[in-house]
């Protein structure tokens, strides 16, 4: 799939940053806040942003790597856990009515008949992935599908729901793998430095971990195409890719994308290889306990908006972050100016 997204129009760049400077505080003294308001007012291209009807997709699928003994949980984890957010029970369904968000729990290749449950909605294009181990985890046809289901939920939180910011979650066992690689390959960083220990492994674990995806990235060498569409293609699950999808497909509207921890900043860095002018949509909600998340949030040159020890995954640390980025566009749009405020301008 090919996306055309616009690139926010610098020009109002100085009016925005005169606004901010006129709010009645001591120049740049709200910090972090004042450069999220100007990146929320250049992706609206206004003076007076709004944040709508925020949405989340919560993306589901397993791996064929999870057989290899690379995670300390199996993959029933994958639709146990699916079925637990249908009842309200996960953290991401406390978060999602704590900060109003519009849950879709979505089934893209779960290995379990989810059919059943009008809760999730069925997008399922197989059983899980293929074993990268071996051969690429999808086909070609199986990443543009995923593409495609990502991007068309995008457009129905758009277009349905009238959204213009978007969080985005998984709930794959094994996905710390595809993601370690995926950093390795796009950054440059060791492979050892990449991996670490998902949710839970122990020593023995870890180094069996190690051994597996260093097996797998040399297979995926042989190949000598390492075009990120590729890259994509041959260790993804069909739910990163699905988020790949949504990514791109949120910026080509102009809606606002809040990255969750390593593994939704793992789908954002090969959204941004695939298309660079995704970069400038992503809010990176924090820096997570997984320690090689560190180092893509610095591949991003991103600032993340809190550092709170969060390794769960679902897009939990995205939808804790809302709140910071309602604060930028309050601060923006309901604090008053020095001249309406009648307090003298000192700088």
Not at 97 to 105: A, E, V
Not at 126 to 150: K, V, Y
Not at 210 to 239: I, K
Request: aromatic share 6%; hydrophobic share 40%.
């Amino acid at each position: 799939m090919t996306f055309n997204i616009p690139l926010p129009d610098p020009t109002l760049l100085p009016r925005i940053q005169q606004k901010i400077d006129n709010l009645n505080k001591p120049k740049g003294s709200l910090g972090l806040l004042e450069e999220l308001a100007k990146q929320i007012c250049l992706v609206q291209q206004t003076l007076n942003p709004e944040l709508r009807h925020p949405c989340h997709l919560l993306l589901g699928g397993d791996h064929g790597i999870e057989r290899e003994g690379v995670s300390v949980s199996p993959r029933c984890v994958t639709w146990q856990q699916m079925e637990n957010f249908t009842r309200g029970g996960g953290g991401v369904n406390m978060f999602c009515r704590q900060h109003g968000f519009k849950l879709r729990i979505v089934d893209v290749g779960v290995d379990h008949d989810l059919s059943h449950n009008p809760n999730i909605l069925q997008r399922k294009i197989a059983p899980g992935t293929r074993n990268f181990l071996h051969e690429p985890a999808m086909t070609p046809q199986q990443m543009e599908q995923a593409m495609a289901i990502g991007a068309q939920l995008a457009t129905d939180c758009a277009t349905d729901d009238h959204c213009n910011i978007l969080a985005i979650g998984e709930m794959g066992i094994a996905n710390t793998s595809p993601s370690s690689l995926w950093l390795s390959l796009l950054a440059g960083v060791p492979l050892d430095e990449c991996i670490g220990a998902g949710a839970g492994l122990d020593t023995q674990g870890m180094a069996h971990k190690r051994q597996v995806l260093a097996q797998a990235l040399q297979r995926f060498r042989s190949y000598g195409d390492e075009r990120p569409e590729f890259m994509v293609q041959y260790f993804g699950g069909f739910e990163m890719v699905a988020a790949i999808g949504a990514m791109l497909r949120a910026a080509e509207q102009r809606m606002l994308v809040l990255v969750d921890g390593f593994i939704m900043t793992a789908c954002a860095m090969a959204a941004t290889a695939i298309n660079s002018n995704l970069r400038p949509y992503l809010i990176f909600a924090h820096q997570g306990d997984e320690h090689a998340h560190a180092a893509m949030l610095r591949h991003l040159k991103a600032k993340p908006l809190l550092s709170l020890g969060l390794r769960l995954g679902e897009g939990t640390g995205a939808l804790c972050a809302y709140p910071i980025v309602d604060s930028a566009v309050r601060m923006v749009n309901e604090m008053n100016t020095f001249q309406k405020a009648n307090i003298t301008k000192y700088f």
